[in-house]
């Protein structure tokens, strides 16, 4: 999965050109000659849709109390609230004000607002999110200031539905915008109405921690928790959906953003505007910011090995090249020998080459690898080689320049490398029969690199190896990333995963190949392993495991321990181990190693993920 830094910058830039730079124009009340528009209220501009019925309408006279400012961004603006709501629980009674430039507003002031009702996409059209109803262009009248705030709605488990959202209209091409508000029945609909609202949450335990100067906490403490606080995410069905952001609407500058791990409480919640953005969807924009509780989450370790048993790890490390700090390679390394255990096969996702993001046709990563390997050692860890395969420059996808590559590590004091040469980025490794067995035709070898579900994705790194006299055979993937889908949040429901055409074919490749052994050697052991980008009850789990070929072996743990990565306060299955027959009705451990994801401090956002058997 592309770096989630790399990502954000990305979209924020979009987001800075593609919002629109309106003036504000302050004034105090004046006595003008000619009568007055009939005012218009806050929830008459909201509607009880998620689109305003008066969408591209100039309204005048909206009256309201100013709840929160946000002075930095380029999302710069103010919100405010009617303090004479109406009867219906699905018109919201807050208003977000797009002023382009720093409001000079307090929270308290009585304000009247002119301008244009807008419905603004962030992410644009094209991502499918949910708009954000607001006044563009306005002119601001301050009646008077220092007023109390309007009460805040409490988000506990209580006001928030177990339902998630409704089913968008087929009519619409699935979008829920046109649909009436159900806040009572349904999660996304209550937030929905209650957008620009003042709103509050008590002490929550963090489901996602620190990053980009947020974290997300669950209003719902018993929703999917697991043994270290996170909130699994176990089925496309069952969504969790106490899970809300929380940014903080002082800057940074002012006052820094508080650090959280997972399972951390935030001990007094937070209080402020009910926001809607590109990144996670509906986010409390804090006034008021309670203090973080550190919960003493520890980065787990695995144990070792016994001598009769091997051990097999993947790890992605996020785009690792010589660029970057000898910190980060001393503390993968030490992740490695420590954590890890020093398994005796491992598989690495995301290694850069040797001059990582620059792109000036190198492909070569031994510079990388070799600097990787020595780290390991020096934290204690064996001397291991190494096997891979440089790809094309610039077709695997990636971070642009950096072609990233899968990659062995093994210990040769445990396991040999079976070498049959001729493996390179475009001749595709097959399966013949030596011995009696299965074997490579080309090891190290890639498994079908010109076929189009590779297209602008790593290619399978394929690869035999020996323990104690018996061949195993290892195939390192890093399957297409989920980039492209539509947010949990999105107007369409269910949203549409469009990266998963690629990974099914992805799915459909290896598992062709690896049956293809299997024809050879019903009882081959067979591992393929790494980032696979997709969840273990997704189908394309379910094709990789088609016909009983592979199987997920993370299915092995239990339901609260099936993670590896933490995304908008979810955590997920990303990486898999998967086996086949012999290795599943054989003797195994599987153990999904915590370290990173959980973690505001974090080497990778990757946990590595270990399995040990005993061919």
Known sequence: MPSRTSTRLAALTVAAVCSTLTSVALTVPAHAADPAPSPTAIHDVQGATRTSPLVGTQVSGVSG???????YGSSRGFWFQDTAPDDDPATSEGL???TG???TLTPGDAVQVSGTVTEFVPGGAASGN???????????TVVSTGNPLPAPTTLDRRSVPDAYAPTGDATAGGSVNGLPLRPRTYALDRYESLEGMNVRVGTSRVVGATAFS??????????????????????????????????????VAERPFPTANVGDALKGGAEGPLDFNQFGGYTLAARTLGTVVDRGLERERTRPQHDKELSVATYNVE??????????????????????????VLALEEVQDNNGRTQDGTVAADVTIGRFVDAIAAHGGPRYDWRSIDPVDGRDGGEPGGNIRQVFLFNPERVSFTDRPGGDASTATGVTRVDGRAALTLSPGRIAPASEAWTDSRKPLAGEFVFRGRTVIVIANHFASKGGDQALTSQFQPPARLS?????????????????VLKVQRDADVIALGDINDFEFSRTTRLLEDGGALWSAVKSLPAGDRYSYAYQGNSQVLDQILVSPSVRWGR???????????FADQNSDHDPQVLRLRP
């Open 65 to 71: 109390i100013v709840t929160g400012v946000r002075a």
């Open 96 to 98: 977000f004000v797009f």
């Open 101 to 103: 430039s720093t409001p």
């Open 130 to 140: 949910q708009s954000l109803t607001q006044l563009s262009r306005p002119t601001v």
């Open 214 to 251: 947020e974290l997300w906490i669950t209003v719902k403490p018993d929703e999917n928790d697991n043994r270290r606080g996170g909130a699994v995410y176990g089925s496309y069905r069952d969504q969790n959906t106490g899970r809300l952001k929380v940014q903080s609407l002082v800057p």
């Open 319 to 344: 785009n690792l090249d010589p660029g970057d700090p000898q910190e980060k390679f001393d503390a993968l390394a030490e992740a490695v020998a420590t954590n890890l255990a020093s398994p005796d």
């Open 500 to 516: 998963e055409v690629q990974r099914h074919r992805q799915a459909t490749e290896l598992n062709a190949f690896v049956k293809d």
């Open 588 to 598: 195994f451990a599987y153990d999904s190693v915590h370290l990173n994801a959980e």
